[in-house]
Nanobody, 123 residues
Framework: QVQLVESGGGLVQAGASLRLACAAS????????MAWFRRAPGKEREFVAGIAWRPSTTAYDDSVKGRFSISRDNAKNTVFLQMNSLSAEDTAVYYC????????????????WGQGTQVTVSS
């Protein structure tokens, strides 16, 4: 049974940092591209960052470049999203997703999804 379980969300003030984690099970994690998406209130789900399985090529949305960093620990089947300098515009539910292909911003390319973790940034 495939599972992606996100953790690390919460309520923080603008300028703070958070580190999200996504624990995966039930599939060959080390051979999957992993990504983070987010859905803000009243908006569509959007790509935040992705990391390929080999090599660990990364990609970021322009809105988070220089502030967010995605990484993975294949030994622990976990992908992380380090978020720094958070602003109110980063408030959203953050989702972890897995894709057997390469890094893509297209959400329908991702086969497996977590339930999401809420990140709220107060200004």
């Amino acid at each position: 049974q495939v599972q992606l379980v996100e953790s690390g969300g919460g309520l923080v003030q603008a300028g703070a940092s958070l580190r999200l984690a996504c624990a995966a099970s039930g599939f060959a994690f080390s051979r999957y591209t992993m990504a983070w998406f987010r859905r803000a209130p009243g908006k569509e789900r959007e790509f935040v960052a992705g990391i390929a399985w080999r090599p660990s090529t990364t990609a970021y949305d322009d809105s988070v470049k220089g502030r967010f960093s995605i990484s993975r620990d294949n030994a622990k089947n976990t992908v992380f999203l380090q978020m720094n300098s958070l602003s109110a515009e980063d408030t959203a539910v953050y989702y972890c997703a897995a894709n057997a292909g390469g890094v893509t911003r297209v959400s329908r390319a991702y086969e497996h999804w977590g339930q999401g973790t809420q990140v709220t940034v107060s200004s």
